[in-house]
């Protein structure tokens, strides 16, 4: 099979990098455009990006021109089979449905489109059938659609309900986040303010954690998602980690299940990624640790190649009936970013959709 | 009034020196004998003690000669009133026993007593009537008697709820810590485990947490303590923070408060301390702080002289009835150890136990 | 004594905030006049100044209002005696000379003036007498003068240096430093830049450690500085350290001078500060301490109230002739920015400058 | 070729897992014991060793059973070829003398035998014709021979040097290290002594780097080393940096050489090594960063998998004659130790001594 080809929009920033790194030497994927913001264009790559994830600039990219982020300049460069984005919000709103309008699919990790009715939020482990949902983009008179990552934070946590939900149900939900420095960017927090400290709120983060969650986890009827209907709330915190967010869950599940039962679940947990084998799919999307002191976010993060959430000390909850809790470490920017939206494309080119 | 003679038992340790420090210009207490392991016993205090908090050691203790911290030899030494302890839990489990027996009274810090029936766990903000429970104590065939101090998690969590049971009843806690270094104690915590990273463990803690509460909550009826009836359950974690626990709490209360309410009911919060215009009483128990990005550890742990919880982003929780959310910061060596112990033996004083 | 009314020019930033923490309550000066920029202009200086040294912003300042930081803002809000100016350099260079020349003395932190030829850089224990020099700015047409503190890593090192260079003479110095976080702002430093890392480089700094030592440690003829003639050569690191400078200093001695005589000489060491007894001076401007690990910038840069320079480890230095070697410890935004211009000022008032 | 059988002495701590991990799939030599303390012997490795580096316990070795690091319990469970030490000096004093007398040649990472006359500290780039001095060995009596490496801090700031030398001679060194925590052991460092902090004091450290250096520099007459002449002295500091040490280095060269010509050298500079084509040795021995703020430990430190040493900031020092400054970062427990002790047993093997 030929490679399609791809274009990048936000190719500069931390979860722009990821991207880079990823599709370095992707099997299914040659990403012939890096394009970004106007201040940005017409550089070189490397002179551009502040690269600032682990390893070097690849080389391949470096001294490729970055492209002004919109439809006119991306389509001079190159006919591109589809975008991944990683712009910010405000300017996914307007570029992404550009894209989407002209008859080029949009893989983002952009939050702009994520509740609206018709774009799928997607994590192939989770809910594969909603991609189905971006047939109903055509009614906005799009000739290609738009699919979306959740939140970061959200990603992870429901990569490890997921097991919990299908096996025993799920009635409330409850869970205090504490998030790495990466998932506010490169400059989202200044040193002064983390060293020695703890900040006990990251704008907009438990709204998205409380609203995503209920998308994603619900049913697509063939026409519309209904959400799940659980309850959940979250406490969401900033720590001095630099990648890796480490959240600790409490779960109030439908039918009881002994922590026993609750690791077997998750063990087990296999999702559409990984009977097609998609490149990017980790063996486990769940990894369980048996240790006492594990999951830990400098030694978990990277399981998977990022792409696994690390689960452990999963015990009963006295409080909560039917009560679990646990403790979780999933990568920000991988699995929570760039790498659910890789995996998004690999789905999307294999279910027909690319 | 003249000044009770007190030895402090372990004084060398982290919890250790707080006491020295908070008992250095006391006006109600003279810390006249200074007691530790026997490896530090005959060396002066500035020798024996690594001294690891801040400001330097205090000078009227520098050279005090170190005394191995049994009765004999604090008897040695002076004919003190009552003692301090911060001995580790299975050496206070014999000593203060002794101390006890032979009619000294121990303000205790170590956990060894804190369970058994007829020894109270004293917040004096909270429980104060419970200190007659130490009448009971007579039946051990004991002259004196014991009193401890609830774990710093419980300590600091507690008095923030203190104000919830009273004014709404509290029928369910789930609370997450974020707990400091020096609650693991000076070598404690190895910093090639904790730069970068979380510990989603530490040993015994949520268990200690959920079983000091109810006691402490609980009903003194004139003979012995009817544990209070709410559930609560806690995930306990260790981040890179020097001192202050943050601690993201979840409470079910019995009858409905709106985040408003629970604002003034947390600031109009009193105890007796206040009332006796107790020397090491904070005027605020809890501060109520109204920036959406406090509590913070390192600008937070200080306040009311590190007596004060600091309590902030109060706000609905919807997955609990009548759900409450909010984050909490307190100084684990001083409200949660050293300091609560000091307020105890005021309080002991002022009720004419000592 | 009346005290003298003072304007704050750049009140806003971190030395702003430590000039205001300073004069609190002094005892010569009235902080009467908070000014900055534009952006800041007409807020209450609670809401202006994004508060972030420990404790809270003082209450006597928290309703002031902030004004624009030039000449003719300032003098609508008051008559002030001298103005403290902690502006940014481009800004700085105009509005200093603005208020030199309308007759209001400048006491300043900003490098703008630094390197002309008759404005001083003063410490006030190093070379007071260099503040006559201010008298050849009515060359300028100036009615009144600006005094300059030197860069906050020169000057803690300069102190150091003072009595090798009294007692022993100084041939060469090479130092090495260790900067904290606070030396670079608020927003100077990424979390994420310094995580588990050092910044090799810190512009300019290198250059201003060279060139202002000779000048302050120069000789004043009466008329013009002669610089000292000694070589110096620095390499400058950011650590991830909130406060504090930490410098591995080596020193070729031009007389022969054992560890001992070093100690000695930076024991005994005092300035006119201490003579006049000035409310800002350390009893001790150098604090040496003979534990083999110490200093640390954690435990020791509140040393004197952050105006005393630490120093230990003093060693033979093998490689320099009549060689010595050492660590010192200052506190870079006290006695290295805020707290030194206080000191300016307060020397100024005794010497009949204001 | 078939693989040379060798046991790994101190395969528990903190280096032994360095070799374990660079011996995993070692194309010249079979790790086919793992010996350490008789509290770990009779364990599985994977329980025995506390690991604490990147990534999980090598499957190869989780099972292995751990024996006592001494020559019976070694030879009983195989007859190595060689064996590595990272034992602690005091027991590498007795243990691989041992294993020296009975034949068995020591490659050793321990400091125990450095600074005997007849046994070289080897860097293979630095000095591999000092090699041949272990021929010397035979006169103690012994079967046998011992090969040191050098301290972490000394290895990787000799690197750096030699090209110097090389191309314009070396007069002076004098040195400012940051080291990172690795190099005091995974228990060395509290994370309280260390958190927003450092510690300006390494035991011993100072005389390793000033010692060490000129015996390896030094020359080899065919029966014994002539040390270099040049004078070097260090002040040795720990910071808060998981792994890779950083040194700030002024040197006073013979020959005047401009900052271009020592990049040029550097950049130049090949060993033995790379001559051989050892499988351990990196493509560059030194890399030269031409970015003002490199070389940083956190990204640089993995350079050539830890074996090159990072140079940056190379610039003209005017303190010294014909001086030069630049920074190095250099991975402590690669190149530092277990590193170069593998590349030391590479080049023994391809100059006959193995």
Redesign the interface.
Known sequence: MDKLRVALLGATGMVGQRFVKLLENHEMFELSVLAASPSSAGKKYQDAAHW?I?GEVPEKFREMTVVKADLENVKKEDNVDFVFSALPSDVARIVEAEFAKAGIPVISDASAYRMEEDVPILIPEVNPDHLELVKKQSNRGWRSFIVTNPNCTSNVLILALKPLQENFGIK???V?T?QS??GAG????????????????I?NEEEKV?REALKIMGEFDGSKIIPAEF???A?C?R????EGH?E?V?VELKSKADPKQVIEAMKNFRGRPQELNLPTAPENPIIVRME????????DRYAGNGMSVVV??IRS????DN?I?F?LVGHNTIRGAAGNAVLNAELAVREGYL
């Open positions: 600032c682990e409330r939900v409850i205090s504490m420095l990466s490169w400059f989202g927090v200044t040193s002064m303010a983390i060293l020695d400290n703890i900040l006990p709120y704008k409380e309850k959940i709330s406490s915190h720590v001095n980690v630099l480490t600790a409490f006492a002191d594990r999951p830990q976010p400098r030694l452990g000390r909850d006295t409080v909560l009560g809790k403790v």
